[in-house]
Protein backbone atom coordinates (compact mmCIF):
# COMPACT_ATOMS: atom_id res chain seq x y z
CA UNK A 1 0.00 0.00 0.00
CA UNK A 2 1.14 3.58 -0.30
CA UNK A 3 2.81 5.15 2.09
CA UNK A 4 0.34 8.10 2.78
CA UNK A 5 -2.85 6.02 2.96
CA UNK A 6 -1.61 3.24 5.46
CA UNK A 7 -2.43 5.56 8.66
CA UNK A 8 -6.09 5.72 6.91
CA UNK A 9 -6.55 2.05 6.57
CA UNK A 10 -10.22 0.93 8.36
CA UNK A 11 -10.09 -2.03 10.61
CA UNK A 12 -13.20 -4.25 11.29
CA UNK A 13 -13.57 -3.07 15.21
CA UNK A 14 -13.88 0.65 13.31
CA UNK A 15 -16.51 -0.59 10.64
CA UNK A 16 -18.25 -2.05 13.68
CA UNK A 17 -18.64 1.32 15.72
CA UNK A 18 -19.71 2.99 12.50
CA UNK A 19 -22.39 0.91 11.69
CA UNK A 20 -25.21 3.74 11.65
CA UNK A 21 -28.02 4.76 14.17
CA UNK A 22 -29.02 2.77 17.31
CA UNK A 23 -32.11 1.55 18.06
CA UNK A 24 -32.88 4.16 21.15
CA UNK A 25 -31.68 6.99 18.26
CA UNK A 26 -34.37 5.51 16.01
CA UNK A 27 -37.09 5.11 18.44
CA UNK A 28 -36.64 8.68 19.29
CA UNK A 29 -36.53 9.53 15.57
CA UNK A 30 -39.62 7.69 15.02
CA UNK A 31 -41.36 9.23 17.94
CA UNK A 32 -40.71 13.00 16.44
CA UNK A 33 -41.57 11.95 12.65
CA UNK A 34 -44.93 10.31 14.52
CA UNK A 35 -45.85 13.40 16.69
CA UNK A 36 -44.92 15.88 13.90
CA UNK A 37 -46.69 13.71 11.21
CA UNK A 38 -50.46 13.46 13.99
CA UNK A 39 -50.30 16.98 13.76
CA UNK A 40 -50.17 17.54 10.23
CA UNK A 41 -53.10 15.10 9.84
CA UNK A 42 -55.09 16.93 12.63
CA UNK A 43 -54.44 20.65 11.26
CA UNK A 44 -54.83 19.61 7.13
CA UNK A 45 -59.12 19.46 7.19
CA UNK A 46 -58.57 23.19 9.20
CA UNK A 47 -56.00 24.68 6.52
CA UNK A 48 -58.20 23.53 3.83
CA UNK A 49 -61.61 24.76 5.26
CA UNK A 50 -59.91 28.19 5.65
CA UNK A 51 -58.87 27.57 2.26
CA UNK A 52 -62.41 27.01 1.01
CA UNK A 53 -63.63 30.17 3.40
CA UNK A 54 -61.10 32.74 1.38
CA UNK A 55 -62.83 31.28 -1.91
CA UNK A 56 -65.79 31.66 -0.88
CA UNK A 57 -65.73 35.31 0.19
CA UNK A 58 -63.42 36.26 -2.54
CA UNK A 59 -66.32 34.44 -4.66
CA UNK A 60 -69.32 36.50 -3.05
CA UNK A 61 -67.16 39.90 -3.12
CA UNK A 62 -66.55 39.22 -7.20
CA UNK A 63 -70.09 38.45 -7.93
CA UNK A 64 -72.02 41.14 -5.25
CA UNK A 65 -69.49 43.85 -5.83
CA UNK A 66 -71.09 46.60 -8.14
CA UNK A 67 -74.92 44.92 -8.23
CA UNK A 68 -76.73 47.07 -4.84
CA UNK A 69 -75.74 44.30 -2.33
CA UNK A 70 -77.63 44.07 0.81
CA UNK A 71 -76.48 43.28 4.56
CA UNK A 72 -79.45 40.34 4.07
CA UNK A 73 -78.22 39.14 0.57
CA UNK A 74 -74.81 39.16 1.13
CA UNK A 75 -75.69 37.12 4.05
CA UNK A 76 -78.06 34.76 1.76
CA UNK A 77 -75.26 34.47 -0.68
CA UNK A 78 -72.91 33.04 2.39
CA UNK A 79 -75.58 30.76 3.49
CA UNK A 80 -76.14 29.48 -0.04
CA UNK A 81 -72.48 28.70 -0.54
CA UNK A 82 -71.83 27.49 2.65
CA UNK A 83 -74.13 24.75 1.81
CA UNK A 84 -72.81 23.68 -1.17
CA UNK A 85 -69.39 24.01 0.30
CA UNK A 86 -70.68 21.83 3.46
CA UNK A 87 -69.01 24.56 5.79
CA UNK A 88 -70.72 24.72 9.16
CA UNK A 89 -70.20 28.48 10.42
CA UNK A 90 -72.89 30.41 11.82
CA UNK A 91 -73.67 33.57 9.03
CA UNK A 92 -74.60 35.40 11.82
CA UNK A 93 -70.71 35.05 12.95
CA UNK A 94 -69.75 37.45 10.61
CA UNK A 95 -69.82 40.92 10.84
CA UNK A 96 -71.40 43.11 7.91
CA UNK A 97 -70.77 46.79 8.03
CA UNK A 98 -72.23 49.34 5.81
CA UNK A 99 -69.08 51.58 4.77
CA UNK A 100 -69.02 54.92 2.34
CA UNK A 101 -68.37 52.39 -0.77
CA UNK A 102 -70.66 49.71 -0.08
CA UNK A 103 -70.32 46.68 2.81
CA UNK A 104 -67.21 45.61 4.86
CA UNK A 105 -67.56 41.34 5.23
CA UNK A 106 -65.33 40.61 8.38
CA UNK A 107 -65.09 36.73 10.09
CA UNK A 108 -62.65 35.97 12.79
CA UNK A 109 -62.99 32.83 14.95
CA UNK A 110 -60.84 30.25 15.92
CA UNK A 111 -61.00 26.27 15.38
CA UNK A 112 -59.38 24.18 17.61
CA UNK A 113 -58.57 20.13 17.32
CA UNK A 114 -57.86 17.87 20.32
CA UNK A 115 -54.26 16.52 19.47
CA UNK A 116 -53.38 14.45 22.82
CA UNK A 117 -55.34 14.44 26.41
CA UNK A 118 -55.91 18.38 26.83
CA UNK A 119 -53.77 19.88 24.58
CA UNK A 120 -54.96 21.31 21.38
CA UNK A 121 -53.81 22.43 18.23
CA UNK A 122 -55.94 26.48 17.17
CA UNK A 123 -55.69 27.89 13.97
CA UNK A 124 -57.24 31.46 13.91
CA UNK A 125 -59.34 32.82 10.87
CA UNK A 126 -59.74 36.56 10.43
CA UNK A 127 -60.56 37.69 7.02
CA UNK A 128 -62.09 41.00 6.16
CA UNK A 129 -63.20 42.08 2.34
CA UNK A 130 -64.76 45.18 1.14
CA UNK A 131 -68.10 44.63 -1.31
CA UNK A 132 -68.78 47.90 -3.03
CA UNK A 133 -71.71 49.21 -4.70
Do not use: C, W
Not at 45 to 69: A, C, E, F, H, Q
Not at 91 to 96: G, L, M, R, T, Y
Amino acid sequence: MESHRQGHRMTSATRQSQAGMTALGFLFLAVLVGAVGFAGLKLTPMYIKNMRMNTILDDVKRDMSGNGPTAQGIRYELAKRFSVEDINVDVNAFKIVQSKNGFTLHVQYDERASYVANVYLVVAYDKQVEITR
